[in-house]
């Protein structure tokens, strides 16, 4: 009965515990149901549950429903706050830089290259997290590939490593820190994931 675990347990992964304690019991109640029925029939356990699992539906997309119906804007809110987190992260990060190599001069960015900054982010963010879910919910199984760090982080690797070359054709263009503007991609793409996280994580707690 593992396997009929894990299915729901991925179907009610990220619910409040009241509603996540009230559905497992529905729906565990509706499977065994099922599949009492199917064993009369003559099926084996085993036969029986994949069939009832069948049925009932997708785990990921039947979760993606329970979360739209009680949280309906747990995934913008998230996407808010993982853009704000990297765009406080890249402000942080080119302020200690700028005071490493100029120290004593006015470091604090203005609030349009703030505001750029942001709208940068959530623009590519907003991109990539809709990729993200147009292959959560398809009927294709991409097990390793809808692991936020491989989809998110892997490829930003790639176009980092592949900014970064123009380091070595050019290193006199890059001096005092700027050799940090060919990475931000994977720097933004690592905390990007980290924000992902904190929030799932702050959320899950407060519920």
């Not at 499977?31 to 064993?39: C, D, G, K, Q, Y």
């Not at 294709?140 to 054709?169: D, E």
């Amino acid at each position: 009965m593992k396997n009929l675990d894990h299915y729901i347990d991925v179907i009610v992964a990220g619910l409040p515990l009241e509603e996540k304690e009230e559905i497992l019991e529905e729906i565990t109640q509706h499977i065994n149901e099922h599949m009492n029925e199917l064993m009369i029939k003559g099926y084996s356990e085993q036969e029986s549950l994949q069939i009832a699992i069948k049925a009932f539906g997708n785990e990921q997309k039947m979760n993606w429903e329970m979360k739209k119906a009680v949280y309906p804007f747990y995934k913008i809110s998230r996407f808010l706050w993982n853009t704000l987190f990297v765009t406080f992260i890249f402000c942080l990060l080119s302020y200690f830089i700028m005071e490493h190599y100029y120290p004593g001069a006015d470091n604090i960015a203005p609030l349009s290259s703030v505001l750029g900054v942001f709208f940068i982010i959530f623009f590519i963010a907003g991109m990539a997290e809709l990729v993200y879910e147009a292959i959560q919910l398809s009927s294709v199984k991409m097990k390793y590939i809808m692991n936020p760090w491989v989809f998110f982080f892997t490829p930003s690797i790639f176009i980092g490593g592949i900014m970064f070359l123009t380091y070595f054709q050019q290193p006199e263009n890059y001096q005092n820190g700027l050799w940090v503007d060919l990475l931000v991609v994977p720097i933004g793409a690592f905390f990007y994931v980290i924000a992902r996280q904190i929030f799932n994580q702050l959320f899950n707690r407060s519920i």
